[in-house]
């Protein structure tokens, strides 16, 4: 079995331990919570230094798993990237990636992936390299997820058995349309081919779904507005989409919106 990755700091790098009780074990003459400063690492045992009130330096030996690695570090990761972006990422692992975690407090601190020859700092906020990994391990410790996210609108149903323009079948016809408009099906034709215009009256007319060898298109009964769904009707749906891997989440802003994910694992560790 591997055993996981273990973090090793930089000489010259500021750290502290990982527990309250490592201080005690290891440093019991210092306050909880000091910072100390890696001197030289053998093997698995870090000689820290620590500056005390007289500014003279103390040297200290702990064992290397008592040091805490930075936020955002860890033995393996996840890069959650588009679908158009998966080739891009993949192509890194041949140079080597470097990660920069947020140091915005205020926000969700995401976490930041870099090709390791071209790791320039992107943004203010991830002014510090969190860890850098060299190409030959890059597939042990990361995995590529490629993630699709879809805005749920209109929805498609069971066609109504009741419903008077399709008797059911989800397919209303060209005729039973211009006998609705007193038009002609050749008026209705013409209509289509026309162009719309925004904000402006025009005759276009356009038809979802339009088959020009059978003359029929969608009906209204098998579209539905996601968001006005009745609850048993949404929740059907949604089962029917986790069985295929898609997520479904309801987004509170901008009159509440509904949106699905799925994440595809397109590299995973070796």
Sequence with gaps: ???????IPAIGRR???????????????LTVWSHLTVRAIDGDIVTVEHYNAKDTGE???????????????????????????????LGWFARGIVVRQSHDMSGSMPTAFQPMDNSAQPHWQFCEVTDSVPAEDCRKVFRVAKIETEDIYDVYLVPQSDCTHCQGTGRRTLAELAKIRHESIAELKHKMTLPLKQYELCEAIRLNGYADQT???????????????????????IKEWAKDGWDTHYIPYAYGTWERTKETIVQDWE
């Design 215 to 237: 003359e029929t298109f969608e009906c209204h009964c098998i579209l539905g507005n996601f968001r006005t769904l009745g609850r048993s009707k949404r929740a059907k749906l």
């Design 15 to 29: 750290v502290t331990l990982q527990l309250f009780a490592d201080y005690h074990q290891y440093l019991p003459t």
């Design 1 to 7: 079995m591997t055993l996981p990755r273990q973090y």
């Design 59 to 89: 040297f200290f030996t702990v064992p290397l798993a008592a040091i805490a690695p930075p936020i955002g570090w860890a033995p393996q990761y996840t890069i959650h990237v588009k679908p158009d972006q998966v080739d891009k990422v």
